[in-house]
T-cell receptor
């Protein structure tokens, strides 16, 4: 079964510095998608960035970039110039195909705290 | 209005009670999902539906049931609530493309 590993339960970063949140995935699929979501204290899930398994370039969305290393099965999220509003839970997720069609599998999350 | 609306936002209920969580969407997506979130475990799939006539169990369906009343509506029921069903519940919709899921704001359920 698909599994997502996020080894950092919590991370701290100084405001305006960059931070990398780790994500590794385990899949035998040839075609899959990798996503990062942000969950602030209000609870909603906010889509940040997507990387397709066949995408040759690393995805970027504003201050977010995804460091995709396919051979290592890692999809780390890099946040540049951290802001206080970046303090939240961050979830890595993978979209893959199983016996029932498509399924989204989430990692356990990393809690990021941005320090002033 | 939000693309995916969940009601109620918060609910406290007693052990043994039946409770329904409702979800409606304006995205026009065929695919809808129910997840629960527990600290340290991320989101886990309860049930999903790829169209009105297609309902499938997810990873943790025991103790839950669903109803897909229309393309836009997908309800989750706890027939007899128990304390370990205390969690944050998310409804989501998706299309097969690159945008992933659109999540509702979540329902925080507490079973006492």
């Amino acid at each position: 079964a698909q599994k997502i590993t996020q080894t950092q339960p919590g991370m701290f970063v100084q405001e305006k510095e960059a931070v990398t949140l780790d994500c590794t995935y385990d899949t035998s699929d040839q075609s899959y998608g990798l996503f990062w979501y942000k969950q602030p204290s209000s609870g909603e899930m906010i889509f940040l960035i997507y990387q397709g398994s066949y995408d040759e370039q690393n995805a970027t969305e504003g201050r977010y970039s995804l460091n995709f290393q396919k051979a290592r099965k890692s999809a780390n999220l890099v946040i540049s110039a951290s802001q206080l509003g970046d303090s939240a839970m961050y979830f890595c997720a993978a979209l893959h195909r199983d016996n029932y069609g498509q399924n989204f599998v989430f990692g356990p999350g990393t809690r990021l705290s941005v320090l002033p | 209005d939000a693309d995916v609306t969940q009601t109620p936002r918060n609910r406290i209920t007693k052990t043994g009670k039946r409770i329904m969580l409702e979800c409606s969407q304006t995205k026009g997506h065929d695919r809808m999902y129910w997840y629960r979130q527990d600290p340290g475990l991320g989101l886990r799939l309860i049930y999903y539906s790829f169209d009105v006539k297609d309902i499938n169990k997810g990873e943790i369906s025991d103790g839950y049931s669903v109803s897909r009343q229309a393309q836009a509506k997908f309800s989750l029921s706890l027939e007899s609530a128990i304390p370990n069903q205390t969690a944050l519940y998310f409804c989501a919709t998706s299309d097969p493309g690159r945008s992933g899921y659109t999540f509702g704001s979540g329902t925080r359920l507490t079973v006492v």
